[in-house]
C-alpha cells in the first residue's frame, strides 16, 4: 500500500520559512517523481514545484520561484519543499504527490497523493 505523509505545515508570519517533508513508502521511490501542490480556500488545486527522479531536474510555479526549493533524498524515500520568504498568499493545503510519467505540471500525471499539510502565513 502506496503512503505518503506529509508534515511541517504550521503558521507563520509572512516573511517566515517553513520546510515541508513527505515521507513515502510502498512504492519504488527513485522510480517516481514527486511534486507538490496547493490548494487555497475557494481555489484549484495548483502545482507549485517538482522534482525529477534523482533531483537534478526540479520546476516552479512562477508565483514561488526564487523563493520555495523542492529536494529530495532518494535513501530516505522523502521529498522537501523549503518555502522562504512566505506571503498570505501561500496559505493552502500542500499536497505531495508521486508521478510515473508525464508532464509534473499537471495533477493528471501523479498516481499517488498525500492527505495534506495546512500553511498558513499571516500578514
Known amino acids: 500500500q502506496v503512503q505518503l505523509v506529509e508534515s511541517g505545515g504550521g503558521l507563520v508570519q509572512a516573511g517566515g520559512s517553513l520546510r515541508l517533508s513527505c515521507a513515502a513508502s510502498?512504492?519504488?521511490?527513485?522510480?517516481?517523481?514527486m511534486g507538490w501542490f496547493r490548494q487555497a480556500p475557494g481555489k484549484e488545486r495548483e502545482f507549485v514545484a517538482g522534482i525529477s527522479w534523482g533531483g537534478r531536474g526540479t520546476y516552479y510555479a512562477d508565483s514561488v520561484k526564487g523563493r520555495f526549493t523542492i529536494s529530495r533524498d532518494n535513501a530516505k524515500n522523502t521529498v522537501y519543499v523549503q518555502m522562504n520568504s512566505l506571503k498570505p498568499d501561500d496559505t493552502a493545503v500542500y499536497y505531495c504527490a508521486a508521478s510515473y510519467s508525464g508532464s509534473l505540471c499537471q495533477d493528471q500525471s501523479y498516481t499517488y497523493w498525500g492527505q495534506g499539510t495546512q500553511v498558513t502565513v499571516s500578514s
Open positions: 510502498g512504492l519504488t521511490f527513485s522510480t517516481y517523481r
